[in-house]
């Protein structure tokens, strides 16, 4: 069961300029798969594109552009799709929000809720659990960027 998140909370969901489309490259620089709720770096646009960026795994340290993967859930390729089970596919187009200090989003369908700490770095703490919709979602509150 994928993730949902919830973004009514975020910036983003106000100011356009905080919203980023994209290609999402994993570690090893190859086109991957990527959830819903995953924090990425917000890099460069591509090379010939003119508003397609790349997006690889956060790893670290503030100052750089820390953005929440947050594609609208449609699966053209299924009827009766459920929200649980969408997935961004390698090669797809993803849509990211860029992350300010004090955003507050809700992943559901991810289990307890831990601080979001990537090499020492907290980048998102721990709320609370909300139940919206028969779905647990865990609250985070971003506290870099």
Not at 27 to 47: Q, R
Not at 86 to 102: C, E, G, H, P, S
């Amino acid at each position: 069961m994928a993730k949902v998140i919830r973004l009514d909370r975020l910036a983003a969901t106000k100011v356009g300029s905080l919203i980023r489309s994209g290609k999402y490259f994993d570690a090893s620089d190859n086109l991957a798969d990527v959830e819903n709720g995953t924090l990425v770096e917000v890099e460069k646009i591509m090379v010939g594109e003119r508003e397609i960026h790349k997006f690889t795994p956060f790893t670290e340290g503030a100052g750089k552009n820390v953005g929440i993967v947050c594609t609208p859930e449609i699966d053209k390729t299924k009827d009766n799709a459920l929200i649980s089970d969408f997935v961004n596919k390698a090669d797809d187009t993803i849509r990211v929000f860029i992350l300010q200090k004090a955003d507050t989003y809700s992943i559901g369908n991810e289990g307890s809720g831990v601080d979001v700490d990537i090499d020492g770095s907290l980048i998102a703490e721990y709320q609370a659990t909300e139940h919206v919709m028969g779905i647990d979602y865990n609250v985070y509150e971003v506290k870099t960027q």
